[in-house]
């Protein structure tokens, strides 16, 4: 079993809808980042957190340490939000920031 | 700022080829990664360093060496390589061990 898993693996939505994708790891950890990767490849980081919720734009990340669990939440979806979400932990007690990474969530918002 | 940048960004290798990659960043970070990406799965960790002129290994080194001579440059080579080193290689920088990664463009690779 992976140690960081991701739900669902793809997902597609009409412009407009609430999207929800859902991380979940079975390891303890100091933090967790959510990523997006575009088609052609390049990967940038959307958020890092370790307790709560952090909001940026539309999108909305939430934690819940005690329940190994993480929601990314885009709202008001937009064809331009068509992607790979990636969801990584850092394990705790983990050297030098090493990043445990799930398999990835391809969202297509159709218009 | 350019931020990480990666070159090439694509590659055509044969069986028992040698060569390097190099990923440069601007951003005075002082760890620096080597990751690559395969279907399937999720990224995995090459090489990293954690300052100029240190080295270590992450979860799949064989195969690859690595060298960061200067603090801004960051090397990846494959000595001979094969087919299933076929992969999309990712170069990523951090400020320090807690902060977020910067991640390059992405070099592919392919070894016939």
């Known amino acids: 079993k992976n140690e960081v898993e991701q739900s669902p693996q793809n997902l597609t939505a009409q412009e407009g809808e609430f999207i929800t994708i859902n991380c979940s790891y079975s390891?303890?950890?100091?933090?967790l980042h959510w990523l997006q990767q575009h088609p052609g490849g390049g990967i940038v980081s959307l958020f890092m957190?370790?307790?709560g919720k952090k909001k940026h734009g539309r999108l909305i990340a939430t934690i819940n340490i005690q329940e190994k669990h993480s929601s990314l939440h885009i709202t008001a979806s937009h064809p331009r939000d068509s992607a790979v979400y990636i969801c990584a932990v850092r394990n705790y007690g983990g050297a030098t920031n090493k990043l445990i990474f799930g398999t990835g969530t391809l969202l297509a918002v159709q218009p | 700022n350019a931020g990480v940048t990666q070159t090439p960004k694509f590659r055509v290798l044969k069986t028992g080829q040698s060569m390097t990659l190099l990923c440069a960043q601007d951003m005075n970070h002082e760890y620096m990664y080597w990751y690559r990406q395969d279907p399937g799965m999720g990224l995995r960790l090459i090489h990293y360093?954690?300052?100029?002129?240190?080295?270590a290994k992450g979860e799949v080194p064989d195969g690859y060496n690595v060298s960061r001579l200067k603090k801004q440059n960051f090397l990846l080579g494959l000595e001979s390589a094969a087919p299933s080193q076929t992969s999309v290689y990712f170069c990523?920088?951090?400020?320090?061990?807690?902060?977020?990664?910067?991640f390059g463009p992405g070099t592919r690779l392919t070894v016939t």
């Open positions: 390891v303890g950890i100091s933090a």
């Open positions: 990523a920088s951090s400020f320090a061990d807690v902060y977020e990664q910067y």
């Open positions: 957190l370790s307790s």
């Open positions: 360093s954690v300052g100029e002129g240190t080295t």
